[in-house]
């Protein structure tokens, strides 16, 4: 009977340990603050990581926007902060230490109309919230706005500087990214943007699995010296 209870409690802990493992995904740590500073209310922002990850966006309310982030966590690299109007911008931010506060400041530069014809640019996606970019033929980020009931629209101008690539982000997805043709007067070019979800991390289960079969081995000497 001893060595029945013995093997049982062995057993026991090895499943303990290893569904422990498989369930613990979770991310800790010490915390600490990324404040934006910014002169446009309203102006989404979100911290971009080494990995080109994006964090949840925040809007920016009385001038500033914060993130909370975990020190220990992969770092960010950069905030993008963008708005209608206005050109969207980037900056470089640092790391704080945990309690800290690191500060950047990003400053909005309005878009100026320039005149001339019009066309629109429609872009279609399921995800609800989703951020869309049109991206100029130099690169450039022309113009920003927000997927809602499946579809952002954009008014641009058919002599302007022309748009080549629409780009859609959202958390929890992968980013993607579309040709587009610029419109004629009075004409619609419409794209739509299929995003695929972020594959769930995984965490390896091996060293708690390890301390598992440590007690379950040690259960079996007890039941040879028995």
Do not use: H, W
Not at 26 to 49: E, P
Not at 170 to 177: I, K, P, V
Request: aromatic letters at 4%; a negative charge.
């Amino acid at each position: 009977m001893k060595k029945i209870t013995i093997l049982l409690i062995a057993v026991v802990t090895l499943a303990l340990f290893a569904s422990a493992a498989a369930a613990d995904n979770s991310v800790g740590g010490d915390r600490g603050v990324i404040q934006l500073k910014c002169n446009v209310d309203g102006a989404t922002a979100v911290l971009v990581s080494i990995n080109g990850d994006e964090s949840e966006p925040q809007t920016v309310t009385n001038g500033q926007a914060e993130f909370s982030v975990y020190t220990t966590g992969t770092p960010y690299k950069e905030v993008k902060v963008s708005a209608d109007g206005y050109e969207t911008a980037t900056a470089a931010v640092t790391m704080p230490a945990k309690g800290e506060t690191s500060t950047v400041t990003v400053d909005l530069t309005e878009i100026k109309p320039i005149g001339g014809d019009r066309g629109v640019i429609q872009v279609r996606s399921t995800i609800e919230g989703a951020t869309v970019e049109l991206i100029s033929v130099s690169g450039t980020v022309a113009y920003t706005g927000t997927i809602k009931d499946g579809q952002a629209e954009f008014s641009v101008y058919t002599t302007g500087t022309p748009i080549t690539q629409v780009r859609v982000s959202a958390t929890g997805y992968e980013t993607a990214t579309e040709p587009i043709m610029m419109p004629a007067k009075g004409e619609t070019a419409t794209v739509d943007v299929t995003l695929t979800p972020v594959p769930a991390p995984t965490k390896s289960p091996m060293g708690l699995a390890v301390l598992g079969l440590i007690g379950a081995v040690g259960a079996v000497v007890l039941l040879r010296r028995d």
